[in-house]
């Protein structure tokens, strides 16, 4: 999916729920590095492997969080912009203006907003 979806210029996010191995080996796999990234958390072994992720040549990151709003997640955003100037940074979820305005300020050039729930109506 990821290679159709790189073929039709469409930006692809490797998810953050497996190891920082497989997801640097499918990254390593994919033709286009342009058009893919890697997604991370927000706890102390995401931060330890920014460096590893950086130097594979990774160059789109982002901070996937359910609630973005958050001060560690500012502030890792902080850390990233400044460190990885070169990067692009996409953070996310939030739900609000205010949140989303912190981030950009905190130094996120993307910001992922909307949070999708679902209601079942029937029970």
């Known amino acids: 999916m990821a290679k159709l979806n ?20 499918l990254f390593k796999q994919l033709d286009s590095p342009n058009y893919v990234g ?10 330890a492997s920014l460096q590893e992720i950086y130097d594979s040549g990774v160059r789109i990151i982002c901070i996937d969080i359910a ?18 100037p070169d990067v692009l940074l996409i953070v996310g979820n939030v739900a609000t203006g205010e949140a989303t305005f912190d981030l950009f300020h905190a130094g996120a050039d993307v910001v992922k907003v909307g949070i999708r729930c679902r209601i079942n109506l029937f029970n």
Not at 15 to 22: G, N, S
Not at 67 to 84: E, G
């Open 67 to 84: 609630h973005a709003h958050t001060k560690d997640c500012l502030d890792l955003t902080k850390f990233i912009s400044n460190k990885y």
């Open 6 to 25: 790189i073929k039709n210029k469409g930006l692809t996010l490797l998810h953050r729920f497996c190891t920082l191995k497989e997801q640097l080996d």
């Open 38 to 47: 890697l997604s991370i958390g927000i706890k102390p072994e995401d931060t």
